[in-house]
């Protein structure tokens, strides 16, 4: 409940900058009124009235109302209705609508929540063509940078202090009109500008403008995909760009393509690649013949190699090698006449891979990897399934040179996959030039105008950033941040978030989408457009530029640009696909120009592979503390980049006695019978201190902590970029900065680099969600292959307690749930008072007039790549911790996923599985709650009643899912990075510092030596927020952190304070309002059931790949209802009779029964067997009878 | 040794203690009477900065709840009208009337709204929602009183916790399971029936049983504290204030509760998320 119409007195005069509606409605009066409001920051220095003084005036004011006539009543409150209503506005409903986020040289379509003209969560626009409303991680996280009190703010010039060699810049608040005076005549060939890529056709209308004027314009992504484009302009003539659709291959190849992690517009991948591994109904069809199969082969350990079901582990620099020995037994196996010679060429270029890499896949015991049957028996499987007539796909990934390119391009080409799995679009290329072009054509004095990005930071070494903007005669900055790039700057404009102001792209398929505002810009920022626009002098109203390329592209008419405001695309305006003949001479060409042989590294010899970051993509993110707290997908680290090695590596540096120390395998090895332990270093009492090393690549040092991440291949050094910007009072120490080795030949991998241990010896703590990286033999997720599934169908209930062959007191799974009615007799055994229901239904039985929500995640599609965790966040009101509460494992997210490994240390087998809240029916939290805080209600929700609970934490320790989360400090009132009064980044939650204060804490320096309880009874809403809360900094800029903090909170969701328990609540809140609208609807009649699917949980709603299913169990004809009752439908730790309302279907790998490193059953199975004596599929030497028979039959 | 303390001082224990339970039982009273909703909410009625009146306004002109709070229906909020809601019919009537000059100067400047007081308003952990409320039979009434007989807007209700589960409570149906008696026998009906302020005939009306007919123990009885359906009403008489559903042929025996499947909760998630 939180009203922005009913302000208290005090909060009137407090936030400056505060929108309504009102705002947003676009009217010229409220144009003039914003622009009299939220000057360019010089008023605000000069304003007399400072939230200090207000403060001092209320305290007296607040005393008197205490003694006078209203006695104990609560504070009068004001409600501050409108002028005049806007239109369609009802107060306390959210609004909804359709914008975009551009990503290079994408767009992701959004459907954006707005309340009172705030918005505070997005999601994707599940009308968009082919969309199921799921995005990725960065779109979840965006919302939290409109609202980061480390943006730039204000309009800024430089000025320059001293004399002679003491002479230094610093940029100075200055009204806006001042320093877009800067802007004036720069129309001419003097002026280059430097951009980030962008889809917008409006960038380009403008840029295409200005170049008639002789400007010059460059683009630089320090992580560019734009080598699909170039390879397949050489493989199929110029014009046109790759566009993959997974969802209709039966089988991938990926040569180092994380096309699930960190490839372009990797949430459309995730949902198609889940589209075609999906096990729709495991009691009709055989997943073996309907699932599809993913080969990866790649250096580091990504999203997509371990979702694949075959794995080849290869330094990022020789994958050229394996992709010339596939493309030679594609073309032998397809036989293209007259390629003789190019195969023995491609054969002779990849030479013995099976010396080099000896254990480049999973093998028993001491045997040798045989990586060149590997790569033939693959390719062999793709050309059978091409055979068939089905379809598969080759893809490579952006760090590889354009020949791998070119060779899955030939081999889709071989396979007939061109036109169907990979389409060629027409593309229009930009023309402008790259930032070694920059360099080039750079002259002194030129004027140099920097839009987005943040190259003094991120360009590549060899370019010598820092010289280039020396030699300039005018340096002008937009950007989001005063970052590197800012601070050489001679004048910095603020950019505005995607979210303030009008803008245009086109999505991965080129359909056209409205970058669509839902606030005005809370700082005056303004869009490249404008800057663009204000520099060629032509119409610099943002909207009006979108909708004059709007009305050339579609033709003009309000009702068109309407409906392209509403439904936030532009049907049918996809780019066109072509179809074009495969040029192998040029092809061929390329390969004998380009592919050089790549030195296979060794010891002391190592290749360094750099890598986009899951959660700072190439440093964007940086101060954005959701992604800093995401835990990467498969390392589970926070907050820091490592230096990632093999266990192999990781041995060899260490030397063999350091590393029987340091490493958890040897002895834990020797007590599991052979198998490995944990995984990776040894914690002390789960904190990691690591070794510090340096690392010496193309000439520089790079110096980080190293980490062990066994699966990568051996040699290889791997590391994040986008850390170590420096910036921002939440990410300012995050990790450390990698582009300083990177050089423009060397950008994504470098062979010969070193590695030495820092001198003195120096520790780092790594911050990482999960110490036990393996699941020791307990069922947690249980798997199978598609290929024994048919003979196995029951094979979830042969795990652990729950499986009939252990149990007597637990039924067959016929009756395990409750809704399940059949054995309701057999229920009545459990401990547990069965807390919903009451009465009238009995023990264990449902309330069947309400409706009983329950959950299914499926592990088969789930690839983890934590856009949940984010989406929860957001929609929850979660706060972050900072990196050392999560080291003592605080963290506070709600959902979680868990990654384990499984098998052998140098290649391992990766499950993943996202756990929230399971919501038991018989919950072992609420039978141990002193004070009833956590209760069930009657449609089997278990239930916190923040109100309530008193912090026992009892709730948490009889948790076996360990999903109950405790604020230990008052994570949402205090900000980071202060410390004693003092802006300090990098400062957080600990016990040493004063973030941590109660309200009975006597003063300090930071509470300017008021007591906490003083200082919380003058302003019970504003928190304790040490110091720098009076609205002013020391150097005269206004700080907004406190009143931004509040804004970006949802409003349907308590913010829970220190000293409560907190958990997945199933998004209650949605179904709150689900309900409430249904009921609404029906008035006076009893519809009052809400459909299956209208309520979606944020998680749900977010899930790429659809692997979250939510809704009515007891509702015969609701997804959940069937799901539940697929053959492979499991909960966790079921042997508890915890019955949870969450369960499981199991996951389902495929591989090929003729690859050398084919498993009979998964590793965990192994593991589990071994342990418990288990004999799911025939125990620890499997007989596989009946299920591989079938196989053999389906697949000839 | 004698008279070390002088004689009073034998009843002095005594004295403490009695002026301890009086002390203790004074502040007890005190803080249940003064620190409840029942004393610091009722009868709140601040001046506002116009005097409207609702009586004049619904009661003499008839004017439905819905014309100015007209977000009821469709939020969990209901709003204040803003100003040109007012100047609809004040830019010809009375236009001139001193006291309408802050919604004059609202409607002219949009940084001059009326500043109403809040009367009525619910802890920011309680999600309370007007829509679902007054879309399914609850008045307006319920809570806030005869609005339409006020001249100026008092706090009627209690708006305690209590307050709200009590109306929720009474639309859950409760089961009663039938217990044994002294002799071993099960309850009687009437007894029953008495325990919740029904007469036997209604409880057994409730059940479908006849009056007579013996229970067993352990047998599963319908029992309401109260007209489950008294505080629902037919939606067109939702802003009725004066309506009277006992003096309504029509409505008078309907049983809304079954007709439009109305169920609530009285469960945390109801109101706190």
């Known amino acids: ?322 992709a010339a020995l596939a493309l030679a037994e594609a073309l032998e196996g397809i036989g293209l006449d007259g390629a003789e010679d190019g195969i023995s060429q491609l054969r002779a270029f990849a030479a013995d891979l099976n010396t080099d890499f000896s254990k480049s896949h999973a093998v028993e015991g001491e045997a040798k990897a045989d990586t060149a049957k590997w790569v033939r028996q693959c390719v062999e499987d793709l050309i059978r399934l091409a055979k068939r007539g089905d379809k598969t796909l080759v893809v490579a990934g952006y760090r590889q040179p354009k020949e791998v390119h070119l060779a899955a391009m030939a081999m889709n080409e071989l396979l007939g996959n061109v036109g169907s799995t990979l389409l060629l679009q027409k593309a229009n290329p930009s023309g402008n030039g790259t930032i070694a072009d920059l360099k080039l054509r750079f002259n002194d004095g030129d004027n140099l105008v920097v839009l987005g990005g943040d190259p003094a930071y991120n360009a590549p070494a060899d370019i010598e950033w820092a010289k280039l903007a020396e030699q300039a005669g005018r340096v002008i900055r937009q950007g989001y941040y005063i970052d590197q790039t800012a601070q050489g ?36 920022g303004m869009t490249e457009l404008e800057v663009l626009a204000r520099i060629g002098g032509t119409e610099s109203d943002p909207y009006k530029i979108v909708r004059k390329t709007f009305d050339g592209i579609a033709g003009s008419g309000d009702a068109k640009w309407e409906k392209f405001l509403h439904d936030g695309f532009l049907a049918d305006s996809a780019s066109a696909v072509e179809s074009r003949g495969y040029d192998w001479d040029a092809t061929r060409a390329a390969w004998e120009d380009g592919a050089k042989p790549v030195k296979v590294p060794g010891k002391g010899d190592y290749e360094v592979t750099f890598y986009r970051d899951h959660s700072m993509d190439d440093g964007r993110w940086c101060n954005n503390g959701w992604l800093l707290e995401t835990p990467n997908p498969v390392t589970r680290i926070v907050w820091d980049n490592v230096l990632l090695m093999s266990y192999q590596t990781a041995r060899e540096l260490l030397g063999e006695e350091v590393a029987r120390e340091e490493l958890d395998f040897e002895e834990l090895n020797k007590k599991s019978g052979g198998l490995p332990g944990r995984f990776g270093f040894k914690s002390d009492a789960g904190r990691f201190y690591q070794k510090v090393y340096k690392l010496e690549v193309n000439g520089k040092e790079l110096e980080g902590p190293i980490w062990l991440l066994p699966g990568m291949a ?408 069937r799901l539940k009752r697929q053959n492979r439908n499991y909960s966790v730790l079921g042997f508890l009779d915890t019955r949870p309302r969450t369960t499981y279907l199991a996951k389902l790998r495929n591989p090929n029964v003729n690859m050398p490193d084919y498993y009979e059953i998964p590793n965990s199975v192994t593991e589990y067997n071994e342990k418990n004596h288990g004999n799911v599929f025939g125990g620890a030497t499997p007989t596989h009878g009946e299920a591989k028979g079938h196989e053999k039959e389906a697949k000839h | 040794m004698s008279d070390v303390f002088p004689r009073w001082t034998n009843r002095l224990p005594g004295q403490i203690i009695f002026g301890l339970l009086l002390i203790g039982g004074v502040v007890t009273a005190g803080l249940n009477y003064y620190f409840t909703p029942k004393y610091t909410r009722v009868g709140f009625q601040p001046t506002q900065p116009v005097p409207f009146s609702h009586s004049i306004h619904v009661k003499q002109l008839g004017l439905d709840c819905r014309y100015c709070h007209d977000g009821v229906e469709k939020s969990w909020y209901s709003n204040v009208p803003a100003a040109d809601t007012c100047m609809n019919c004040h830019s010809a009537v009375r236009a001139d009337d001193p006291k309408l000059e802050p919604v004059r100067a609202s ?96 409880l057994a009306e409730l059940n479908g049983v006849s009056i007579t007919n013996s229970l067993e123990v352990g047998q599963k009885v319908n029992i309401t504290s109260g007209d489950p359906n008294k505080r629902l009403r037919p939606l067109d008489k939702i802003t009725d204030l004066a309506y009277e559903r006992s003096k309504d042929p029509a409505n008078k025996d309907r049983n809304f509760v079954k007709e439009w499947h109305v169920k609530t909760s009285e469960n945390c998630s109801a109101c706190h998320r």
């Open chain 1, 1 to 322: 409940m939180n009203d922005n119409l009913i302000l208290t007195n005090e909060q009137k005069s407090g936030p400056r900058y505060w929108r309504s509606l009102e705002h947003k409605a676009d009217s010229p009066e409220l144009r003039a009124f914003v622009e009299k409001e939220f000057p360019s920051g010089v008023d605000l220095i000069d304003d007399p009235v400072s939230r200090r003084n207000f403060m001092k005036i209320m305290s007296a004011s607040f005393a008197l109302a205490g003694l006078g006539v209203s006695g104990c009543r609560r504070p009068e409150h004001r409600i501050l209705p409108f002028s005049k209503m806007p239109e369609n506005y009802v107060h306390g409903s959210p609004q909804f609508f359709a914008t975009a986020m551009p990503s290079r040289g994408s767009a992701i379509p959004l459907v954006a929540k707005s309340y009172d003209g705030r918005p505070v969560k997005v999601e994707g626009n599940a009308e968009f063509p082919g969309s199921n409303g799921g995005t990725d991680q960065y779109a979840q996280a965006s919302i939290l940078s409109l609202y980061d009190p480390d943006r730039g703010l204000n309009f800024k010039l430089a000025e320059t202090e001293g004399k002679g060699d003491k002479k230094k810049k610093s940029l100075k608040v200055i009204a806006k009109a001042k320093v877009l005076e800067q802007l004036d005549g720069l129309a001419n060939g003097t002026t280059h500008v430097l951009m980030e890529q962008s889809s917008s056709p409006s960038r380009a209308r403008l840029v295409a403008g200005l170049k008639a004027k002789g400007v010059n314009f460059y683009e630089y992504e320090p992580i560019d995909f734009s080598v699909h484009a170039e390879a397949a302009d050489i493989a199929f003539g110029p014009g046109v760009k790759p566009y993959y659709k997974l969802d209709e291959a039966k089988a991938i190849l990926s040569l180092d393509c994380d096309f699930l992690g960190t490839e372009e517009s990797a949430f459309q991948h995730i949902r198609d690649f889940a589209d075609g591994r999906r096990v729709k109904d495991d009691h009709k069809e055989n997943p073996a013949e309907s699932m599809n199969r993913l080969y990866s082969v790649e250096g580091l350990l990504t999203l997509t190699g371990t979702n694949a079901d075959h794995r080849l582990r290869i330094p990022t620099g020789s994958v050229i090698r394996v």
């Open chain 1, 489 to 524: 700057a001679d004048a910095y404009i603020p950019a505005a978030h995607y979210l303030e102001s009008w803008g245009d792209a086109r999505t991965s398929d080129g359909t056209l989408v409205p970058v669509q505002p839902l606030i005005a810009p809370l700082f005056g």
């Open chain 1, 714 to 1121: 051996d040699n290889v050094v791997g590391v994040a970029l986008g850390y170590g910007r420096g910036l921002g009072r939440v990410g300012g120490v995050a990790g450390f900065n990698a582009y300083r080795a990177r050089t423009s030949s060397g950008a994504h991998f470098a062979g010969g680099a070193k590695l030495t241990k820092k001198e003195p010896s120096a520790t780092y703590e790594v911050a990482c969600t999960q110490e036990q990286g393996i699941m020791d033999g307990r069922p947690v997720i249980r798997e199978g292959n598609a290929n024994d599934f048919v003979g196995h169908k029951d094979f979830v209930d042969h795990f652990d307690l729950d499986s009939t062959h252990h149990t007597t007191h637990i039924p067959k799974k016929g009756a395990r749930y409750s809704w399940e009615k059949d054995q309701d007799e057999d229920l009545a055994a459990s401990p547990y008072k069965k807390p919903f229901g009451g009465e009238s239904n009995g023990p264990g039985k449902m309330d069947e007039e309400r409706q009983q929500w329950g959950m299914v995640i499926d592990l088969g599609t789930c690839v983890g790549c934590d856009a949940c965790v984010v989406a929860c966040q957001s929609e929850n009101n979660i706060p972050i911790v900072g990196k050392h509460q999560v080291a003592i494992g605080r963290e506070m997210s709600w959902i979680r996923i868990d990654r384990y490994f499984s098998g052998d240390e140098h290649n391992p087998q990766v499950s993943y599985q996202g756990v929230a809240c399971q919501h038991c029916e018989d919950a072992p939290c609420e039978s141990v709650c002193p004070v009833n805080a956590t209760v069930h209600d009657e449609e089997g929700l278990n239930l916190m009643a923040y109100n309530r609970c008193v912090g026992t934490r009892y709730c948490s320790n009889n948790c076996p899912y360990k999903v109950r989360r405790f604020n230990y400090y008052d994570y949402n009132r205090r900000p980071f990075g202060v410390e004693d009064g003092e802006r300090k980044p990098g400062t957080f939650f600990n016990d040493d510092n004063d973030l941590n204060n109660s309200p009975l804490h006597p003063g300090n320096k930071s509470s300017n030596g008021e007591w906490e309880l003083v200082r919380w009874y003058k302003d019970p809403s504003r928190g304790s927020v040490p110091g720098l809360d009076d609205g002013k900094k020391e150097n005269g800029e206004f700080d907004p952190e406190w009143d931004l903090i509040k804004l970006s909170k949802n409003p349907d969701v308590t913010v829970r304070m220190r000293g409560v328990m907190e958990k997945c609540t199933y998004c209650v809140q949605r179904i709150q309002q689900g309900k409430i609208e249904q009921k609404v609807a029906a008035r006076d009649t009893d519809n009052v059931k809400v459909p299956d699917g209208k309520i979606k949980t944020a998680c749900e709603q977010v899930c790429p790949a659809d692997a979250i299913a939510f809704g009515d169990i007891s509702d015969k004809e609701s997804e959940v209802y």
């Open chain 2, 107 to 202: 409607y002219k400047d949009a940084n001059k709204p009326v500043e109403w007081v809040q009367i009525h308003k619910l802890p920011d952990y309680v999600y309370f929602n007007h829509s679902v409320h007054v879309n399914r039979g609850v008045s307006c009434v319920e809570c806030h009183g005869r609005i339409d007989e006020m001249d100026e807007v008092r706090h009627e209700k209690q708006f305690s916790m209590t307050f709200c589960l009590d109306c929720h409570r009474e639309l859950m149906p409760k089961k009663y399971i039938v217990k044994m008696d002294e002799h071993g026998k099960p309850e009687k009906l009437d007894l029953i029936a008495k325990q919740y302020g029904l007469t036997a005939s209604a």
